[in-house]
């Protein structure tokens, strides 16, 4: 279930940021940390986000990194270890919610 807007804008004001566990394979782990956010990473680098969708709904959202494929996002990782994500994500099934996610904050678009 989508929490309500305001709900999820105190949340992410008030919750710590959210951190990056890195995997090494090919897959992401078959159960996604509730917040936190996985890359996965193989032989030929970082190739994929996991993370669970932020509305509440809990879905699994999966982002690739690489260069080849579309789309594709951008993760850069400031000096405190905090993941952030360009461009912005935008769920097409679901609860099509669409967020950035910045220095382990999401902020909501809508
Ligand atoms: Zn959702």
């Known amino acids: 279930m989508k929490s309500p807007l305001w709900w999820?804008?105190?949340k992410s004001?008030?919750?710590?940021?959210?951190?990056?566990?890195?995997?090494?394979g090919?897959?992401?782990p078959r159960t996604l940390p509730r917040r936190d956010?996985?890359?996965?990473?193989?032989?030929?680098?970082?190739?994929?986000?996991?993370m669970r969708c932020p509305?509440?709904?809990?879905?699994?959202?999966?982002?690739?990194?690489?260069?080849?494929?579309?789309?594709?996002?951008?993760l850069s990782i400031d000096d405190r270890g905090r993941p952030s994500l360009r461009p912005s994500v935008w769920r097409q099934v679901g609860c099509h919610s669409h967020f950035w996610l910045k220095?382990?904050?999401?902020?909501?678009?809508?």
Not at 13 to 24: D, G, K
Not at 63 to 68: A, D, F, H, K
């Open 8 to 10: 999820r804008h105190l």
């Open 13 to 24: 004001r008030l919750l710590p940021a959210r951190r990056l566990h890195v995997v090494n």
């Open 26 to 28: 090919d897959s992401l």
């Open 37 to 50: 956010i996985v890359l996965a990473r193989d032989d030929d680098g970082d190739w994929c986000i996991g």
């Open 55 to 74: 509305c509440g709904c809990g879905q699994t959202i999966e982002l690739m990194l690489l260069r080849e494929v579309r789309p594709r996002w951008d």
């Open 103 to 110: 220095h382990g904050r999401v902020q909501w678009c809508d």
